[in-house]
Every structure is written in structure tokens, then in C-alpha cells.
């Protein structure tokens, strides 16, 4: 089991930027960013593959969103601009083995505790 600890959120008003950390306990996995509003069904918002060749990003924060990842220090980021109220929500780092396949709708099996994004207008 992988452990991961994200960092990073909290309020910030719309149309500002924000950028959450997640720290893995281990290197070589592919990772991702999911979020929960209250009421909503969990969803995936962007995936990075361990060399960073291959990533999966939502429609809904395309254009608005940068993933990317420090392989040393075993880092995830998640920099999010133009932020608006819908963004609103807890995020989740989440890790899956590497065996070539890094999607939004792949399986994944380790999970953080989340932090929470609130945007205000």
C-alpha cells in the first residue's frame, strides 16, 4: 500500500489559482487527482504516468489545470487557475502499480485523506 499525503488547499476566490502537493511514499507508480463536492459523485480531474509522458485530463479543467511531478522527491502537483465556485471540494491523490496504463478510469488502490478546496465568488 502506498501512502500519500496531500497538501496544499484552502479558500481562495474565484478566478484565483491554487496548487496542491501530494507526497508519495514510494516512486515509479502512476498518480492522479480526484475530487468530491458534497453531494457529487467523486471524479477524476487529471493522471500523470511515472516519466511523465502520458497524462489524462478532465474536460471540465482543461485549459485551466497543470499536473506534473518532481520523480526525486516523489511529488505530485496539481496547479489549478481561473479557479470558479464548481471546483469547490475535496481532492484526493491516488496511486495505482505502473503496468503502462494511467487514466482517468483506471483502478486505483491507494488513496490520501484528501484536502479541501474552497472557492469563493
Known amino acids: 500500500q502506498v501512502k500519500l499525503v496531500e497538501s496544499g488547499g484552502g479558500s481562495v476566490q474565484a478566478g484565483g489559482s491554487l496548487t496542491l502537493s501530494c507526497a508519495a511514499s514510494?516512486?515509479?507508480?502512476?498518480m492522479g487527482w480526484f475530487r468530491q463536492s458534497p453531494g457529487k459523485e467523486r471524479e477524476g480531474v487529471a493522471t500523470?504516468?511515472?516519466?511523465?509522458?502520458?497524462?489524462d485530463i478532465a474536460d471540465s479543467v482543461k485549459g485551466r489545470i497543470s499536473i506534473s511531478r518532481d520523480i526525486g522527491k516523489k511529488m505530485l502537483y496539481l496547479q489549478i487557475s481561473s479557479l470558479k465556485s464548481e471546483d469547490s471540494g475535496t481532492y484526493y491523490c491516488?496511486?495505482?502499480?505502473?503496468?503502462?496504463?494511467?487514466?482517468?478510469?483506471?483502478?486505483?488502490?491507494?488513496w490520501g485523506q484528501g484536502t479541501q478546496v474552497t472557492v469563493s465568488s
Open positions: 500523470l504516468s511515472p516519466g511523465s509522458a502520458t497524462r
Open positions: 491516488a496511486a495505482r502499480r505502473w503496468d503502462g496504463r494511467c487514466t482517468l478510469d483506471s483502478g486505483y488502490s491507494s
Open positions: 514510494v516512486a515509479g507508480i502512476c
